[in-house]
């Protein structure tokens, strides 16, 4: 079993315009509405591979009714506390070039009765053999702790983990172990400390101290420079596939959902690989944060080419 966990989820309004003009009038010229939030998008992805999930997390408002209805139209369960206030709107300025200027809202307001509502519905599904999706940034009101009590508390009911959070909440989180983590390059390069371009074999380098502290799998997003993945005895890379991209918001959340749903189904080093990698080319290609479709995915899984590193 999956369970998804998304404590800010948004509705993602994509706006396509020619070029931005920063303090100038800027017409749209097409407008997307999607149910978002890295969590939602991992189920959406995990539902069009043809795996299962629950999704959880906080609702408000009546863009939280949207996302509701959005998963149940999808076939997604959903078991989301609701909490005061709305639900983020997340707008992306795409250009006719493909760069995305995204403006993410921080979220309503979580109590701690709430939080605590949300840990005890976490608990509850927490067993042997259950792998839980914690991604994305967390609302007002929440200590950047969270994670890593999280963690603590699923390991303690047997549940996996696999954790995409970026910046204090990714480096809190490690010291609980999580089991999997997909960072992108820009946040294992912030982990590492640097400001400059890391080389691959610096990511490697991370990527093997990161086992060391307990992860089990570290996927390392490079977006259309490829991936690493990297776990014991098995260490490689991938160049990106080639596809025609439209947004490449939501690539790392298909990626995720392609490790969960891996995950679930026991699939091998090799075909786990293959799917992350078609599944995030898949949602280059779509409109919005649009999950991709299975056959797209089954399509580009052929022409993943799979390099080994390490030394
Ligand atoms: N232009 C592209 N062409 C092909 N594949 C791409 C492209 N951009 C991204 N990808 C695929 O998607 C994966 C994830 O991309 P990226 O590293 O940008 O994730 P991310 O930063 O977590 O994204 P987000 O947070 O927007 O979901 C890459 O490793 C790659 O496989
Ligand atoms: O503000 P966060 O939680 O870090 O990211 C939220 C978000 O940008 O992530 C998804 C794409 O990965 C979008 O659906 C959503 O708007």
Redo the contacts with the bound molecule.
């Keep these: 079993m999956i369970v998804t966990v998304t404590m800010n989820p948004a509705i993602d309004k994509t706006v396509e315009i020619g070029h931005l003009i920063p303090g100038g009038l800027n017409r749209i010229h097409k407008v997307e509405y999607d149910a978002g939030g890295?969590g939602i998008?991992v189920s959406k992805t995990i539902r069009e591979l043809g795996g299962g999930s629950i999704a959880t997390g906080f609702l408000a408002g009546n863009a939280g009714r949207t996302i509701e209805s959005v998963l149940k139209d999808r076939g997604i369960q959903s078991d989301f506390v609701w909490v005061d206030g709305e639900t983020r709107t997340n707008t992306k300025v795409l250009e006719d070039n493909?760069e995305?200027t995204?403006l993410n809202e921080p979220g309503p307001e979580i109590t701690p009765d709430q939080l605590d509502e949300l840990l005890a519905r976490l608990e509850g599904y927490a067993g042997d053999g259950v792998l839980f999706v914690l991604a994305g940034s967390i609302p007002s009101g929440i200590s950047i702790d969270i994670y890593e009590k999280i963690i603590r508390l699923l390991h303690k009911k047997g549940a996996k983990v696999l954790l995409?959070a970026d910046g204090c909440m990714f480096r809190q989180a490690l010291d609980a172990g999580p089991d999997i983590i997909?960072?992108?390059?820009?946040?294992l390069e912030e982990f590492m400390g640097i400001d400059y371009r890391a080389s691959d074999r610096d990511l490697l380098k991370t990527a093997r101290q990161l086992l060391g502290k307990g992860v089990d799998t570290v996927?390392?997003?490079?977006?259309?420079?490829?991936?690493m993945f990297v776990r014991d005895g098995y260490e490689v890379r991938?160049p990106?596939?080639?596809?025609k991209?439209h947004s490449?918001?939501?690539?790392?959340?298909?990626?995720?959902a392609a490790l969960a749903y891996s995950f679930d189904t026991k699939n091998g080093d090799e075909n786990t690989t293959r799917i992350?990698?078609a599944a995030?080319?898949g949602?280059?290609t779509t409109i919005g944060?649009k999950p991709p479709a299975r056959e797209l995915v089954d399509e580009l899984m052929e022409q993943v080419i799979i390099e080994k590193i390490g030394e």
């Design positions: 890295k998008n493909g995305v995204e995409d997909k960072p992108n390059r820009a946040e996927a390392v997003s490079m977006g259309k420079s490829g991936a991938c990106a596939l080639n596809v991209a490449t918001v939501g690539a790392g959340d298909a990626m995720v992350c990698m995030s080319a949602a280059v944060t």
